[in-house]
């Protein structure tokens, strides 16, 4: 069982930057593909974009060039950087880890809440 616990949401301004962190249980970077999703109010969970198991990254959507992702392996800690903050950006923000063979083996964090309004 993989525990995936994510910190670091906060109310901030518009132009603002955040850092989310996503720290997993234990050293799965190896063999999980580790994405960063988020929820608005009243609209579907979406895909901000991931961090494979080689390290490969894609940031995918209208936070392109914005947000990126990394990891510090011997922390266990996924990492979102979140620049140029806009207030469409408000959102909970999920931690997802799933195995890279095994698609079923999957496991979610509780989310952070990240709220852009001046």
């Known amino acids: 069982q993989v525990q995936l616990v994510e910190s670091g949401g906060a109310l901030v301004q518009p132009g603002g930057s955040l850092r989310l962190s996503c720290v997993a249980s234990g050293s799965i970077f190896s063999t999980y593909t580790m994405r960063w999703y988020r929820q608005a109010p009243g609209k579907q969970r979406e895909l901000v974009g991931y961090i494979t198991n080689v390290g490969s990254t894609d940031i995918v959507g209208s936070v392109k060039g914005r947000f990126t992702i990394s990891r510090d392996i011997p922390n266990n800690t996924v990492y979102l950087q979140m620049n140029d903050l806009k207030p469409e950006d408000t959102a909970r923000y999920y931690c997802?880890?799933?195995?890279?063979?095994?698609?079923?083996?999957?496991?979610w964090g509780q989310g952070t809440q990240v709220t852009v309004s001046s």
């Open positions: 997802n880890a799933r195995h890279v063979m095994i698609s079923r083996d999957e496991y």
